[in-house]
Each structure stands twice: as C-alpha cells, then as structure tokens.
C-alpha cells in the first residue's frame, strides 16, 4: 500500500494532508531518513516528528472500559471512542469492539479493525471464555451453580438452552462466572432468571487475557503473544 494511503487509512489526515507532511519532511523511518509518497518501508519503522504511528490495522488493543460508557459511535452521551485518539474515528478499516459492555458495565474491553480476528472471537462457535465479576442485590439462594453448569437453563424469549457456565461464589453477593458465549445482556438476565438483580458487573478476563495493572479509562496494544492467547488460552488445547 502507498505509504499515502497508509496514513490517511490511520487517520492522520486525508491524503492531500498526509502528501504535506511528506513534503515538509515531518514523516521519517526510524533512522530518521525523510519518506517520500512511494517508499515502502514496514509500519514499525514509520515516524511522524520522531514518534511512532499508532497500532496497524492488524493490531488488537485492550481498553479498561469505565462506567458509563458505551460501544457505540451514535450515542448522545459518553463513549469508549473518547478514550482513544480523536483521529482513531476516521481509521478505514474501523476500530471496532471485539463484543460490547453495556453501559453499567466495566473492564476488559477489545477492539480491532482486524475484521477476521474479530469475526473469529465473536463466532458462536469460537467458546472463547469471559468471566465476570458479579455483585448482587441479594443473597444468592445456593442452587445458582448448579443451574448455570447444567446446560438447560433458557433465558425468556430465548429458544436454545444456554451454554455451561462456571459460577465461582465468593461471598452471598459476590461471585465470578465464567462465560463460553455472548448473548445479550447475558450474565443479568441469568441471575434475574434466578429472582436476583446484579448490582455491578465487571469483566476480568477475555479468553487468556486480563487486564492486569491497566488503569480504568486507559489502553495498550497486545502484542503477538496476547494476540494468540486470547484465542487459545495459555495450557488450553490447541
């Protein structure tokens, strides 16, 4: 790809805006040569005014989604969007959500704009894990366990019985539950199916990726290995 496409496709500008930067010589490699319109030079070693380039299209980025935020772009109010730079909004292919966080919901957010990677996560038939930090209303009865493992268990107006699911429970209100699929809404209309009212929702880990020291409101990009991992988590079979 021209290396004029390639920035205007990250956002840094149309490409009429993207020629001026070749020409002023702010668009170096990293030996700090000036880059024409025809170079061809691998992304990693792209500078602009001495900085690396934002993740490829190819990349997959972490976000510790806060409260309050929502995974869409047409949303009146706050949006993960403006967590990340202001010029991610006009990177062709887009950045998606990987799967999506309601708003009252907090965590481990991915995004992409590597539409086979994110295809591959979000397939029915992926069984990627997602486990999720619960606080309930009230007291759990004791026999949520067992309903959430036995693969039986149908949400309302739902025609197919749900996945398995591990529930972990730490104290009467507070639990961890493990997911292997993506329905709507999933993990509060379980428990409400059980008479309850999740209170708070935090997801922790996606696949074989957690958030670990991620500051809420902050991202990073995984490299190669988390890449990975998040399909086929570490000690899973390949």
């Not at 990250?10 to 319109?37: F, H, P, Q």
């Not at 900085?51 to 490829?56: F, G, I, R, S, T």
């Not at 708070?200 to 190669?224: C, F």
Request: hydrophobic share 40%.
């Amino acid at each position: 790809m021209k290396l004029v496409k390639h920035l205007a496709n990250l956002g840094y500008g149309s490409r009429k805006e993207v020629a001026a930067l070749l020409r002023n010589g702010r668009i170096t490699d990293a030996a700090g040569n000036e880059l024409d319109a025809d170079s061809e030079v691998a992304h990693h070693d792209i500078r602009l005014n001495g900085a690396p380039l934002d993740p490829d299209s190819q990349a997959v980025i972490m976000l510790h989604k806060p409260l309050g935020f929502t995974c869409s772009t047409r949303d009146p109010g706050r949006i993960i969007y403006d967590l990340l730079p202001m010029r991610w909004r006009l990177r062709k292919p887009a950045i998606s959500p990987v799967g999506r966080l309601d708003r009252d919901t907090t965590g481990l957010l991915l995004l992409t704009a590597d539409g086979a990677f994110l295809h591959r996560i979000i397939s029915p038939k992926s069984n990627v894990p997602k486990v999720y930090e619960v606080t309930l209303a009230r007291p759990m009865k004791g026999d949520e366990a067992a309903l959430f493992a036995s693969g039986t268990m149908m949400l309302e107006s739902e025609e197919k019985p749900l996945l398995p699911a591990e529930l972990v429970v730490i104290d009467p209100i507070h639990a961890r539950l493990t997911l292997h699929e993506g329905r709507y809404h999933q993990v509060r209309r379980m428990f409400a199916a059980t008479g309850n009212h999740v209170e708070a929702l935090h997801r922790s880990v996606v696949g074989g990726i957690d958030l670990g020291d991620l500051a809420e409101g902050k991202w990073r990009e995984l490299d190669a290995v988390e890449k990975a991992r998040v399909i086929l988590p570490q000690g899973a079979p390949a």
